[in-house]
């Protein structure tokens, strides 16, 4: 690796900041979600932030270097078209933040980004990134709760700063200044802030991510949490790695944790294990949180199912069932692995998650239309015509409705 790269992705990974994913191009939405989103007014107003803990260092130190890269990224983040905007989800999200956060509540920026993989990540400035991955993933608000407390763990024992002083003692003094000078704009770093690669490169030690979970534990539990919230999630991500499509990821602990940014193992988990058994009470408020995100539950497996690793989304679907909710919509998502994926018996298996889709009242349109799809295929013309019929009932404005009404034309000789 060349110096400059090293330098612009060394800059990034000790500022902290989350790394944007290329996805595939979406598939054309046939139908808005089900649900319509929570209005801000749901969501009691919060009172305004208390002042920062911390003053902008020098922008000449190292520390200031940080924070430099870190603004930058948060520039990026602001202007994002994966940013999302919806104001009751993040009015949700500050509050939660802030219950952990303790005297660092002032210093929290959110920013939700609609990326389908596990990641939270805060700054050293405070500019901290919660991608919808982890929000699919979080089963509660007690686990989402314990992750935003380890990410504060981490902003206040101040990792990033340690991280580059270590890297110090191993760099040229060159390399060092480089990477302070970007952060105050006088280097040249450009677009290659977001380069994904860094993931494989650097992150934060084991050392720091179990302090970090110790401090997550503790102002999640302080905060009237499950204690057992944090060991769930990390056991069911290493579970999710388990049940992973790809044999690289199987035989990779970490890439069911944070990119590697933050490695995660099972001592971790038994860590936690043993810490919360010596606690009890707490709550879990899972209704809460299902309610808050519910209305983005439909985008987020879509782009989730993008990702192409039918395992893992089948893992997730598994988690999002588990309590009886959202069933038409968890089963027209079964059905979608098995039409995408196309193994032996998956035709018959999509078939049957779409049936059992159509009989709950959640159902998105679109189950209705791969019914019709088949249907057609199999040459049952009149149950096709009904299909994609109660599909354009459904989604009058569908993206495909011409499409739809063609096909409706040829089914029944132009008769509807």
């Not at 944090?230 to 944070?258: V, Y």
């Not at 995660?264 to 899972?286: F, H, I, K, P």
């Not at 919509?329 to 059905?335: A, D, F, N, Q």
């Amino acid at each position: 690796m060349s110096r400059a790269p090293a330098v612009a992705l060394l800059a990034f990974a000790l500022a902290g900041a989350a790394f944007a994913q290329e996805l595939p191009p979406a598939e054309p939405q046939a139908a808005a979600s089900t649900f319509t989103p929570l209005p801000a007014e749901a969501i009691a107003p919060l009172p305004p932030p208390p002042a920062p803990s911390r003053v902008r260092p020098e922008i000449s130190t190292d520390e200031g270097g940080l924070w430099g890269m870190s603004e930058r990224a948060e520039q990026v983040a602001r202007a994002s078209g994966q940013l999302e905007r919806d104001p009751a989800l993040n009015a949700y999200l500050r509050d939660v933040a802030c219950g952990v956060a303790g005297p660092y509540c002032g210093d929290i920026r959110l920013y939700v980004m609609n990326r389908p993989y596990f990641n939270a990540q805060m700054a050293p400035n405070g500019y901290m990134e919660v991608w919808s991955g982890l929000l699919l993933r979080a089963e509660d608000e007690a686990q989402l709760a314990f992750v935003l407390g380890h990410e504060i763990g981490h902003y206040g024992e101040r990792h990033s700063l340690a991280m580059l002083r270590t890297m110090r003692g191993r760099a040229n003094a060159a390399m060092v200044f480089s990477i302070i000078t970007a952060g105050a704009g006088v280097g040249v770093v450009g677009d290659i802030v977001y380069l994904g690669t860094i993931a494989s490169v650097f992150g934060f030690s084991r050392e720091n991510e179990t302090q970090a979970d110790g401090i997550g534990y503790d102002h999640a539990v302080a905060a009237g949490y499950d204690p057992q919230a944090g060991q769930r999630l990390w056991a069911n991500l290493l579970a999710e790695t388990r049940g992973s499509d790809n044999p690289d990821t199987r035989r990779e602990e970490t890439r069911a944790s944070i990119f590697r940014t933050h490695p995660l193992s099972a001592d971790r988990v038994e860590a936690l294990t043993a810490r919360a058994s010596r606690s009890s009470g707490g709550e879990t408020q899972r209704e809460r949180y299902r309610q808050t995100i519910r209305p983005f539950l439909d985008g987020w497996l879509r782009s989730d199912l993008r990702r192409r690793d039918y395992g893992q989304t089948a893992l997730i679907l598994d988690r999002l069932s588990a309590h009886g909710e959202d069933l038409g919509l968890v089963e027209y998502y079964r059905g979608e692995i098995n039409r995408l994926r196309r193994a032996e018996g998956d035709r018959e298996r999509a078939l049957e998650h779409y049936t059992n889709a159509i009989a709950q009242p959640d159902a998105p349109p679109a189950a209705w239309r791969e019914l019709g799809d088949y249907a057609a295929r199999d040459g049952r013309n009149v149950e096709a015509a009904g299909f994609f019929g109660a599909y354009l009932e459904r989604a009058p404005n569908a993206g495909d409705r011409a499409l739809i009404e063609a096909r409706l034309a040829q089914l029944t000789g132009g008769e509807q």
